[in-house]
């Protein structure tokens, strides 16, 4: 099985990119999953390999639509409060995102310094598959994306289930959390024992518009991640225009709480 992957896409290019790198790294669980899964499952949300040396476009205006504290994301460690909200301004309305830092302390940490400077804005929801996850966190802007390449956080136990309406990090295997998340769309408690640790739940009547993003491109015939992360958003917008869009993504908690050296971002070879 593929993991919530940083990908959902062609099952087959998760397998040869595992196996390329199992020949220069010691084989890991992902590995394993991905080779004896059982097809018909829906492929967990997995992130996508990151295309390592690929070409950057570069757009005049890129410099300046995003905040430019996010090229340097060592030094965003803050420790997210114990208790926080997220307010997410989509193309099919808003919804509240609550926060629990106790349930996965690295997670929330993580989302708190990416929601705090805004990386969410602008993203597409590249990967919705009815009745099992939405899917999003690969920025709108390839510098960015270049920028956060190789920031893996260690996993969280997993202490609550990812239930509907849950938030969760996807991976590409253990210890592999960086910026992609999906909410989930139904009660989906065999993501549990895989590892994937849910930090937030949205908000009552949230889901309504969480539901409604655009999930009629299927899972296999969607945006491809590697492109994605090279060209930015308006590879989406050419080739997938009917998905939708995270307008902008803010924190409703303004008090910043104090430095915290757990949540420094651990490297992991890719």
Known sequence: ????????????AVLVTALMAAVTTTPGPALAQASTAAPAQKAPPRSGASAQGTATKKTPSAA?????ALLKPALLKDKAPEQYKVKFVTTRG?????VTRAWAPLGADRFYNLVKHHFYDNASVFRVVPNFVAQFGISAYPPVT????????????VTQSNKKGY???ATSGPNTRTTQVFINLQDNARLDKMGFAPFG????????????FYDQYGDDAGPDQGKIESQGKPYV???WPKLDTIKSATLLTSAPAAAS???TPTKKPQ
């Not at 099985?1 to 087959?12: D, E």
């Not at 808003?94 to 609550?98: A, G, I, M, Q, R």
């Not at 270049?146 to 136990?157: F, M, N, Q, S, V």
């Open 201 to 212: 739940v949205v908000e009552d009547g949230g889901m309504k518009v969480v539901q409604m």
């Open 167 to 169: 938030i969760t990090f």
């Open 1 to 12: 099985m593929s993991s919530i992957c940083k990908t959902g896409k062609n099952v087959v």
């Open 261 to 263: 050296k757990s949540a």
């Open 94 to 98: 808003e919804f509240t995102l609550d």
């Open 64 to 68: 300046r639509a995003y905040d430019r």
């Open 146 to 157: 270049t920028a956060w390449r190789g920031t893996d956080i260690k996993d969280d136990p």
């Open 237 to 239: 917008d050419k080739g």
